[in-house]
């Protein structure tokens, strides 16, 4: 079992950046995919970004791609996304995931794959 914590979150202005970051708990973390979703209010929990357990194919919506790049360190036991560029229609609540994987080249993107979620951080861009 693996347990999510998520920070960075925060107000900036359109096109500033901001860094997340989510630290998993326990010992099996490269065992791991890892994905970032957000939820707008009112909105369904979309994907973001997906990354591999081992860190060597990364996938991302394309509302984000160029804008946002995810990454993972697995002797530290997290995963962050870098997001540059922000939009208005960025905001949400983001959510760090995972799901145990047996392969390094099959990313899956829809909430139901997941297993683990973190409680989310806000990120408000304001225009």
């Known amino acids: 079992q693996v347990q999510l914590v998520e920070s960075g979150g925060g107000l900036v202005q359109a096109g500033g950046s901001l860094r997340l970051s989510c630290a998993a708990s326990g010992r099996t973390f490269s065992s791991y995919t890892m994905g970032w979703f957000r939820q707008a209010p009112g909105k369904e929990r979309e994907f973001v970004a997906a990354?591999?357990?081992?860190?060597?194919?990364?996938y991302y919506a394309d509302s984000v791609k160029g804008r946002f790049t995810i990454s993972r360190d697995n002797a530290k036991n997290t995963v962050d996304l870098p997001m540059n560029s922000l939009k208005p229609e960025d905001t949400a609540v983001y959510y760090c995931?995972?799901?145990?994987?047996?392969?390094?080249?099959?990313?899956?993107?829809?909430?139901?794959?997941?297993?683990?979620w973190g409680q989310g951080t806000q990120v408000t861009v304001s225009s």
């Open positions: 995931a995972a799901k145990l994987a047996s392969t390094d080249y099959y990313l899956p993107i829809r909430r139901s794959d997941y297993n683990y």
């Open positions: 990354i591999s357990k081992s860190g060597i194919t990364t």
